[in-house]
């Protein structure tokens, strides 16, 4: 079947404009999760779904960064007046449940702020 | 505040030898070890995990041992092929749905 997708595959934006990243995970996933990997550093824990709801938004850097989801499936992650320092790898991945089911990552977007 | 860590960015490993990729971790509530494989321009994907009540599990070639006490974890591969040539994660949860991840290890396995 087909997996997590993720769009777009890449996206160059000017400093201070928004963005929007999309993550279609794979169908029957109840759970999703967003992670950056910005240059030579780990994954980095943005905020995790179970169905629509996000319990923690901790990991979100800054108020300038906000994720939905809809009817347990799609979700958003927008990042509002970018910034340099935003450049990074965004990774969606989707699990049948939330806690250690496996994660099924897609291919991520590649967002570069000039 | 890196809470698991990679400290070699990179392992060079002859094919049929075994590959040691090393992660240590900081935060004594781990209970959650696991292990990602990345090839360029896809997403992680899973390999192996283990549990804190174990010190080891074998999947295969693949091997992960826990040091709880010295707050340790690597993965063994045996023997090593060129197909096994990626970045590898280690990852750590504690129960609250948020998993830390290290920055990675590019594995080249030379035939």
């Known amino acids: 079947g087909a997996g997590v997708s993720q769009s777009p595959s890449n996206k160059v934006t000017e400093k201070g404009k928004d963005v929007e990243l999309r993550c279609d995970p794979i169908s029957g996933h109840t759970a999703l999760y967003w992670y950056r990997q910005s240059l030579g550093q780990g994954l980095e824990f943005l905020i995790y779904f179970q169905g629509n709801s996000a319990p923690d938004k901790s990991g979100l850097p800054s108020d300038r960064f906000s994720a939905e989801r809809t009817g347990g499936s799609v979700s958003t992650l927008t990042i509002q007046r970018t910034q340099q320092e935003d450049s990074a790898v965004y990774l969606c991945?989707?699990?049948?449940?939330?806690?250690?089911?496996?994660?099924?990552f897609g291919p991520g977007t590649r967002l570069l702020v000039l | 505040d890196q809470q698991v860590k990679q400290n070699s960015p990179s392992l060079s490993v002859q094919e049929g030898r075994i590959s040691i990729l090393n992660c240590d971790y900081t935060?004594?509530?781990?209970?959650?070890f696991l292990w990602y494989k990345k090839y360029p321009a896809e997403g992680p994907t899973f390999l192996i995990s283990?549990?804190?009540?174990?010190d080891k599990n074998e999947d295969g070639r693949f091997t992960v041992f826990l040091n709880k006490s010295a707050k340790h974890l690597s993965l063994h591969i045996v023997p090593s092929q060129p197909g096994d040539s990626a970045v590898y994660f280690c990852a750590a949860e504690a129960n609250f749905n948020k998993f830390y991840f290290g920055s990675g290890t590019k594995l080249n396995v030379k035939p």
């Open positions: 991945a989707s699990s049948l449940a939330i806690g250690r089911e496996t994660q099924y």
């Open positions: 935060n004594s509530m781990f209970d959650y």
């Open positions: 283990i549990s804190s009540i174990k």
